[in-house]
């Protein structure tokens, strides 16, 4: 009797993908510290709210740029296809999109605040800005802020599960999935095929190598 062919491992990524990934870590940390933490950054510190919201709103612009990118990457990249339908797979595509959604439409609002208030957001290490996308509008401002608050919210919802499903895939699981993302990564064998593996016995066969 024939086993059944094992599902196709899902491919490795890029040494770019992953630079992109733990940059946008990296970005959403320091914007949602500088944000949410900004009156005690100010309190206990030196810093000025002006200096803090220049950090959050230039950490924004930046996760734009990177998240464009990442979307792209994303869509177009070549998927495993496997046999069948898999909601597993289905379900972790769409909430890595609804995660680019969330952080692109925060972002965008964010920009829009800026401009609301009369403000331009400046290009890094440059003179030059970039485009208003609205013109002062002390009304804008305000709804705005809301909806800016409201995807912050929902969108670390979303991150709270896209962290939580990587620990399951690595404690319950015990599969290579967080492995992945790693700088140097070593693919993790399933527990059931540890567990088959090592029941399978030895060959004691040896390979005779004759010289030609």
Not at 31 to 57: D, F, K, N, Y
Not at 64 to 86: E, H, K, N, P
Request: glycine content about 6%; overall charge positive.
């Amino acid at each position: 009797m024939s086993s059944a062919p094992a599902a196709p491992a899902p491919p490795a990524y890029t040494q770019a993908q992953i630079a992109l990934h733990w940059l946008s870590v990296g970005l959403m940390s320091t914007l949602v510290l500088a944000g949410e933490l900004r009156h005690l950054l100010t309190a206990q510190t030196g810093l000025t709210m002006r200096s803090v919201m220049i950090v959050h709103i230039g950490c924004g612009m930046a996760l734009l740029a990177v998240t464009i990118v990442r979307t792209m990457v994303r869509v177009t990249r070549r998927r495993v296809q496997r046999d069948g339908f898999c909601m597993q797979d289905a379900c972790a595509h769409a909430v890595h999109l609804c995660i680019y959604a969330f952080i692109f439409a925060s972002c965008l609002v964010g920009w829009v605040i800026v401009n609301a208030k009369g403000l331009a957001v400046p290009v890094p290490f440059t003179d030059l800005e970039f485009p208003r996308l609205v013109s002062a509008d002390p009304a804008l401002v305000v709804t705005a802020v809301w909806a800016h608050d409201l995807l912050a919210w929902g969108l670390y919802g979303l991150l709270a599960m896209h962290i939580v499903a990587a620990l399951a895939h690595h404690v319950i699981a015990r599969d290579d999935t967080l492995a992945r993302m790693a700088w140097r990564r070593e693919p993790r064998m399933p527990a059931g095929a540890r567990r088959s593996s090592s029941s399978t016995p030895r060959s004691t066969s040896r390979v005779h190598f004759s010289k030609n």
